[in-house]
């Protein structure tokens, strides 16, 4: 597709949140385990695009997917579990090629104009000393931290596997590890799934990446934000949220019920099982994005771009790996 270099708009955006705790461990996101359900849909082809109909799976592309005739009212760009690691590969993960992979999504966002860009958790592997393991999140994210718009972390359990979750804020320049903001008539809401059953944060190795939960207060401070917003809303968080442990929250039914009840919830974009996945539950719409780590070379790279259409209706366009989904 025919794109220019344009500059920027900048998303007129507040944040207002809570400081989160701590973290740490160690997590292998067995994602290869999980069956993932294809959804049986009719497909069609557009602009050269494959499409499903109905909103479930797109086109896996390693071109740009069509952008469609509506402009968006708010565009996203998306990219999670990057696991950046200056480290030899190991199984399908490519440490050192998630700068190259970035660079890749980093130009499409600015080429797209995105109003702000997420990354949804496990930016960094682990190393043998925190203060390398520092080095790698420094690294990458003066990366992300240069794609033009606004920036949002969301916190994964690599994240904050040597680090504290003060630590990783700190270096990411993020005061609180959920939160919520406003962009252009439209209500985002982070969570941070780290937290473990007893209600202590992550934090240095004092957890098992499968006791994944959101704390008490946190529930009660998202009820809250929920009830208070008069917009429709989207939600990110790292770990999944429509299924069971250990893929999943364990706490997610009581969540999915607060997101259910505020009925503003258009859609939930999560990360951590690295192949990807859809569902629907009690009308919300989970989607999972697939890993930027796994597999070597461009043609392996994953990443979207999210658009919130009139009538809030929402595009996924993923590129190279990513599949789109057209609209949910
Ligand atoms: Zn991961
Ligand atoms: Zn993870």
């Not at 998306?78 to 992979?101: C, F, N, Q, S």
């Not at 406003?182 to 007893?198: E, N, Q």
């Not at 919300?284 to 790279?301: D, F, H, Q």
Request: glycine content about 10%.
């Amino acid at each position: 597709m025919a794109l220019g270099l344009v500059s920027i708009r900048r998303a007129s955006s507040s944040a207002k949140g809570y400081n989160g705790g701590q973290i740490g461990g160690n997590d292998v996101d067995k994602a290869d385990q999980i069956q993932w359900r294809l959804l049986n849909r009719r497909a069609f082809i557009r602009q050269g695009t494959l499409f499903l109909a109905g909103s479930t799976l797109g086109g896996s592309c390693g071109i740009a997917p069509a952008e469609g005739p509506e402009k968006p009212k708010v565009r996203i760009g998306l990219v999670t579990d990057l696991h950046y690691a200056d480290k030899p590969p190991a199984g399908p993960r490519y440490y050192r090629e998630t700068p190259a992979k970035l660079a890749e999504a980093a130009k499409r966002f600015e080429e797209q104009k995105v109003d702000l860009v997420v990354e949804l958790g496990d930016m960094i592997d682990s190393a043998d000393f925190l203060h390398v393991e520092k080095g790698y999140l420094r690294r990458i994210v003066k990366d992300f931290a240069a794609i033009p718009g606004k920036h949002y972390y969301v916190l994964g359990n690599h994240c904050v596997s040597a680090l504290t979750k003060p630590e990783f804020l700190e270096i990411v320049g993020q005061k609180a590890s959920f939160y919520s903001f406003d962009v252009k008539g439209y209500h985002f809401v982070v969570l941070d799934a780290c937290f473990r059953s007893d209600g202590k944060p992550y934090g240095r190795g004092n957890f098992d990446w499968t006791d994944s939960n959101i704390s008490a207060a946190e529930v009660e401070w998202l009820s809250a934000d929920l009830k208070q917003t008069a917009h429709k809303t989207v939600v990110f968080v790292h770990q999944r949220l429509d299924v069971e442990p250990p893929l999943g929250v364990k706490n997610a039914p009581e969540v999915r019920k607060v997101l259910e009840a505020s009925g503003k919830v258009l859609a939930v974009l999560q990360g951590h099982e690295h192949q990807g996945g859809y569902q629907e539950i009690g009308g919300v719409r989970y989607c999972t994005l697939k890993a930027m780590i796994e597999g070597s070379g461009p043609e392996n790279n994953a990443y979207a771009i999210m658009d919130i259409l009139p009538a809030d209706s929402i595009r996924i366009r993923g590129f190279r790996k990513q599949k789109s989904y057209d609209p949910l």
